[in-house]
Antibody, heavy 121, light 110 residues
Framework: QITLKESGPTLVKPTQTLTLTCTFS??????????VGWIRQPPGKALEWLAL???????RYSPSLKSRLTITKDTSKNQVVLTLTNVDPVDTATYYC?????????????WGQGTLVTVSS | QSALTQPASVSGSPGQSITISCTGT?????????VSWYQHHPDKAPKLMIY???NRPSGVSNRFSGSKSGNTASLTISGLQAEDEADYYC??????????FGGGTKLTVL
C-alpha cells in the first residue's frame, strides 16, 4: 500500500523559511525512475506545481519560485523535504506531496492528504 | 509558464455526459502526450483519473475518458453520477522539464 503524508508547521511568519516533510511508504525513492513532487493549492485557487526530485537526485523547480525553493531527499528515512524561503501571505496554501511512478512516467499517481500552511504575522 | 486554461465550471444532470477542455500551447499540451487529469473533492487528496492523455488507472471507472487534439486536451465523463461532483484539474509536462496545472473546473451534478 502506497501512502504519502505531509507534515510541517501550520503557521509561519512572513519572511521566515517554511520547511515541509513528505514521509512516504510502499515504495522506494532509490528505485529507478521514481520521483516525489510538491504541489500546493492556495485557498479557493488552483493547484500549482512547485518542485520534484528524482531517484537519482535530479531536481526540478517551478520557474517562478526557483530562487526560493529547495527540495531534498533522505532515502533511508523515506522522506522528501521542501523548503521555501522568505514566505509571504500569498504562500498560504495546502501543500501536497505526490509520487511520480516508475517507467519514465510524467504524472502523479498517489498523493498525500495535504497540510495547510498559513503565513501570517 | 502560464497555467493551462480550463472552464471555471461545467454542469450536467445525472446520466448525461460532460466534457472539460484544457488548453495549453505547443510547449506543453501540444508537444507531449503527457496530459493527466485529477479529481479533487474538498479536503481530500487529489485522485488521478487519466494519464498520458487517454489512459485510465486501475480502478477508475470507464465512464471517464480523455483525448487530445492539438494544444487542447479533453476529459469526458459519461453517465454522470452525483459522486462525480468535484473539481477537476488537468496537468501537462512542459518543454521546460517542469509540470503545469490547469486552473481547475468545478463540476456540478444538477
Amino acid at each position: 500500500q502506497i501512502t504519502l503524508k505531509e507534515s510541517g508547521p501550520t503557521l509561519v511568519k512572513p519572511t521566515q523559511t517554511l520547511t515541509l516533510t513528505c514521509t512516504f511508504s510502499g515504495f522506494s525513492l532509490s528505485t529507478s525512475g521514481v520521483g516525489v513532487g510538491w504541489i500546493r493549492q492556495p485557498p479557493g485557487k488552483a493547484l500549482e506545481w512547485l518542485a520534484l526530485i528524482y531517484w537519482d537526485d535530479d531536481k526540478r523547480y517551478s520557474p517562478s519560485l526557483k530562487s526560493r525553493l529547495t527540495i531534498t531527499k533522505d532515502t533511508s528515512k523515506n522522506q522528501v523535504v521542501l523548503t521555501l524561503t522568505n514566505v509571504d501571505p500569498v504562500d498560504t496554501a495546502t501543500y501536497y506531496c505526490a509520487r511520480l511512478p516508475v517507467g519514465g512516467t510524467l504524472y502523479f499517481d498517489y498523493w498525500g492528504q495535504g497540510t495547510l500552511v498559513t503565513v501570517s504575522s | 509558464q502560464s497555467a493551462l486554461t480550463q472552464p471555471a465550471s461545467v454542469s450536467g444532470s445525472p446520466g448525461q455526459s460532460i466534457t472539460i477542455s484544457c488548453t495549453g500551447t505547443f510547449s506543453d499540451v501540444g508537444g507531449y502526450n503527457s496530459v493527466s487529469w485529477y479529481q479533487h473533492h474538498p479536503d481530500k487528496a487529489p485522485k488521478l483519473m487519466i494519464y498520458d492523455v487517454s489512459n485510465r488507472p486501475s480502478g477508475v471507472s470507464n465512464r471517464f475518458s480523455g483525448s487530445k487534439s492539438g494544444n487542447t486536451a479533453s476529459l469526458t465523463i459519461s453517465g454522470l453520477q452525483a459522486e462525480d461532483e468535484a473539481d477537476y484539474y488537468c496537468s501537462s509536462y512542459t518543454s521546460s522539464i517542469t509540470w503545469v496545472f490547469g486552473g481547475g473546473t468545478k463540476l456540478t451534478v444538477l
